[in-house]
């Protein structure tokens, strides 16, 4: 306190008084022992019967008899033990000059500055204080408002050191001088723990938008799982893949395409997002992932190794994903990586994608087997044709849109002309080549809306749609005038010519039930044979009264 007192009695203060710039802090209240004094000070009849003129208690001028005289020494001395033993820093500044008059033990460790470094210079005059005009502004404020707080202020030590601390000032007087204290507190500790906390809530606040969009994401994969479910179409399924990946991947690129049948080309059947991406046809080896039969990832187009199928280069990153069920290609999920960010949560765009893989080749596998199975069901493995399942499904329903529109339809029944005797001359070998050459050119030679079916043994049934009695009848005869002149070869055998019995029935204009046509047109099929085989004969009803 000698400095405190010396300083204060010198009534030249130098410069105007000033303040350091906004930092702030929460200062501890002045200890009660401290009130007692200002009591004893500010008492101008107590002051004068204690203190000496000067102001300050002299070394060995004190009264030991005096009570008054001791109750201001030990208050000072309680001051003195709580200004050197306080665990803030305290700083004394003389309230007309703002310059330094004592800094306390903690503030001198703490800032790295020795005593001798601190009294006598004003606040922004030192290391610490670095902006000296809002020091100055700060300084001016206390004066005038002999209050001031900064609740978070940054300070530099000696040694560089950055610190954060609390700074509280307030003016009070001792002996009729103003005297302003300073109440600075070390709050680095507590800002680190605040930055931690804020970059841990940071975080948490980012793993719970990345799980709201994860679960989101789930959540229109489950749904567009059981849409692809319910298909029972590949048209379908191609319509529903589109719709729901634009909606997983808003505004992102991507495409699946598939492989029909081995050898062929992949074709591109399903596209979404803003642009096309992938060619319409391409073969499996401008792939690399059907290359490799694995995941193909490339995270920089510069220098990744890119796939040929794309129209335009990428310029992103992107995942091209084969779609293999039990060793079988069936395509090639490709995912353009254009807008999706990347976080150390986030599910990335290969974790993504394989999800989406999983989900899209088991549906389209099981489309496929699906398609499979109807087809084996309906079709005549030996000729390819249709069989006489499927002639029953459809023959009711064409002759009700047929008389529904008042078109003609006629149903043709032919058979082939002793090929029970072909048969047990031949063996069953060329008898099937036969069948097979027949299916073969009953295929090319009719329309694709036309129907033919194999009923049964070496019996057909043709359906044709629009069509009137001559333009069938011209149509198989030029069918049946092909067959015959037609040689077949089984090794090194050449089968004889074959020659059609073939019966034809028009719907008439009054109903009629598909059995009932499919009766007549086997009563025409006989007659031609009864005539003398290798003939057409039309069916012709007896008029109605």
């Known amino acids: 306190m000698s400095a405190l007192k010396k300083n204060l009695t010198q009534p030249n203060p130098p410069n105007p008084v000033h303040s350091i710039k906004e930092i702030g802090i929460e200062m501890a209240d002045l200890p009660p022992h401290l009130t007692d004094l200002e009591g004893i000070l500010d008492n101008q009849s107590s002051a004068e019967s204690v203190l000496p003129k000067d102001g300050f208690i002299q070394d060995g001028q004190s009264d030991a008899h005096d009570p008054k005289q001791l109750t201001l020494e030990e208050s000072e001395a309680r001051y003195r033990r709580l200004f050197e033993t306080a665990k803030d820093g305290i700083l004394i500044l003389n309230g007309d000059t703002g310059r330094i008059v004592d800094a306390n033990p903690f503030l001198q460790d703490m800032l790295g500055y020795s005593e001798s470094e601190l009294v006598g210079k004003a606040l922004w005059e030192i290391g610490p204080v670095k902006d000296i005009p809002a020091s100055q502004d700060a300084m001016r404020e206390l004066q005038n408002n002999e209050y001031i707080r900064y609740e978070d202020i940054p300070l530099e030590t000696k040694s560089g050191v950055h610190k954060h601390v609390e700074f509280v000032s307030n003016v009070y007087k001792v002996n009729g001088w103003r005297v302003i204290q300073c109440n600075i507190r070390d709050i680095t500790d507590r800002k680190q723990a605040e930055e931690r906390a804020h970059a841990a809530n940071g975080k948490l606040v980012t793993l719970v938008d990345e799980l709201k969009r994860r679960d989101r994401e789930m959540m229109l994969l489950n749904r567009m799982n059981d849409l692809l479910q319910s298909c029972v179409t590949l048209a379908e399924a191609y319509q529903v893949l589109t719709l729901n990946m634009a909606e997983l991947l808003p505004g992102q690129n991507g495409c699946l395409a598939l492989l029909h049948r081995r050898g062929q080309p992949l074709e591109t059947v399903a596209c979404w997002g803003p642009d096309v991406i992938v060619e319409p046809a391409f073969n499996l080896e401008n792939c690399w992932a059907l290359r490799r039969g694995q995941l193909h990832e490339v995270l920089d187009p510069q220098s990744g190794l890119l796939c040929q199928h794309f129209i335009h280069p990428p310029q992103t990153a992107y995942v091209c994903l084969p779609l293999m069920v039990q060793g079988e290609t069936l395509g090639v999920l490709s995912l353009i990586d254009t807008t999706r960010r990347r976080s150390e949560h986030q599910l990335g765009l290969q974790q993504l994608a394989v999800m989406i893989g999983e989900t899209v080749k088991l549906a389209i596998a099981n489309l496929k087997l699906r398609d499979q199975l109807r087809q084996q069901a309906i079709h005549d493995q030996l000729t390819g044709l249709f069989n006489r399942r499927y002639l029953d499904e459809t023959l009711p329903r064409d002759l009700h849109q047929a008389q529904r529109r008042n078109s003609p339809l006629c149903v043709v029944m032919l058979d082939i002309d002793d090929f029970k005797h072909f048969n047990d001359a031949f063996g069953h070998g060329p008898a099937d080549a036969v069948l097979r050459e027949l299916g073969r050119v009953l295929r090319e030679k009719l329309r694709k809306s036309d129907i033919s079916c194999r009923y049964g043994g070496d019996e057909f049934v043709l359906v044709l749609h629009d069509s009137s009695v001559a333009a069938t ?73």
């Open 473 to 545: 009848q011209a149509r198989l005869e030029q069918i049946r005038t092909f067959l015959k002149g037609l040689e077949i070869n089984y090794g090194e055998q050449v089968l004889g010519p074959i020659t059609l019995s073939i019966g034809i029935v028009q719907t008439p204009e009054h109903s009629i039930t598909a059995r009932d046509l499919l009766r007549e047109a086997d009563e025409a099929m006989y007659a031609a044979k009864q005539a003398g085989r290798d003939r057409i004969v039309v069916y012709h009803r007896e008029p109605t009264l």
